[in-house]
Nanobody
Framework: QVQLVESGGGLVQAGGSLRLSCAAS????????MGWYRQAPGKQRELVAT???????NYADSVKGRFTISRDNAKNTVYLQMNSLKPEDTAVYYC???????????????WGQGTQVTVSS
């Protein structure tokens, strides 16, 4: 079993910055892809950014140039640096881990509990 614990959410004014962290724990040998998704009220969950174990990244068009995803493979931790935040970035942000290799096999997808990010205008 894999547990993902997010931290770093909060309330910030438009134009401000926040840094989210997500640490994976369990009997983990490796994690293929880690990422961040978000869900605003009344909307579907959407991809924000992903990063592979080799460092390849993918971003939603809406956050390109403002958000930066990174990870520390040794710590099984992924980060999301969010700059120039806008009110439309307000959402619950969820951490995701895909292809987690554990002692009993491979877990396709694991999710954190979510952390609220609120950007005021």
């Amino acid at each position: 079993q894999v547990q993902l614990v997010e931290s770093g959410g909060g309330l910030v004014q438009a134009g401000g910055s926040l840094r989210l962290s997500c640490a994976a724990s369990g009997s983990i040998f490796s994690i293929n892809t880690m990422g961040w998704y978000r869900q605003a009220p009344g909307k579907q969950r959407e991809l924000v950014a992903t990063i592979t174990s080799g460092g390849s990244t993918n971003y939603a068009d809406s956050v390109k140039g403002r958000f930066t995803i990174s990870r520390d493979n040794a710590k099984n931790t992924v980060y999301l640096q969010m700059n120039s935040l806008k009110p439309e970035d307000t959402a619950v942000y969820y951490c995701n881990a895909d292809g987690v290799v554990v002692t009993t096999g491979v877990i396709d997808a694991s999710w954190g509990q979510g952390t609220q990010v609120t950007v005021s205008s």
